[in-house]
């Protein structure tokens, strides 16, 4: 069983940055791939992020490459997600997701738990 709890989500103007942490309990974190995803309202959850357990290889949606980055901390069993530049239509429920076996690092289906997810809001 793993734990994941994130942080940082809140309001912001479009332009700002925000930066997400999501901790984990698992002993065992530093060998697992983790992702970011992130669902809006009336929307299906998408993937935003994903980074190698090393944390060699980072992975991005299409319409967040040069603004967001992904990044790890396994001495603090903590990945994190720098917002920069944000839009509104960023606005959404953001959350970490860890994949404990191997599968496509973009789909949902492939992580096995999932944090309670923060809010990022995005104001025009």
């Known amino acids: 069983q793993v734990r994941l709890v994130e942080s940082g989500g809140g309001l912001v103007q479009a332009g700002g940055s925000l930066r997400l942490s999501c901790a984990a309990s698992?002993?065992?974190?530093?060998?697992?791939?983790m992702g970011w995803f992130r669902q809006a309202p009336g929307k299906e959850r998408e993937f935003v992020a994903a980074?190698?357990?090393?944390?060699?290889?980072?992975y991005y949606e299409d319409s967040v490459k040069g603004r967001f980055t992904i990044s790890r901390d396994n001495a603090k069993n903590t990945i994190y997600l720098q917002m920069n530049s944000l839009k509104p239509e960023d606005t959404a429920v953001y959350y970490c997701?860890?994949?404990?076996?191997?599968?496509?690092?973009?789909?949902?289906?492939?992580?096995?738990?999932w944090g309670q997810g923060t809010q990022v809001t995005v104001s025009s």
């Open positions: 997701a860890v994949q404990t076996d191997s599968g496509a690092y973009s789909y949902v289906r492939s992580y096995d738990y």
């Open positions: 698992a002993r065992t974190f530093s060998t697992y791939t």
């Open positions: 980074i190698s357990w090393t944390g060699s290889r980072a």
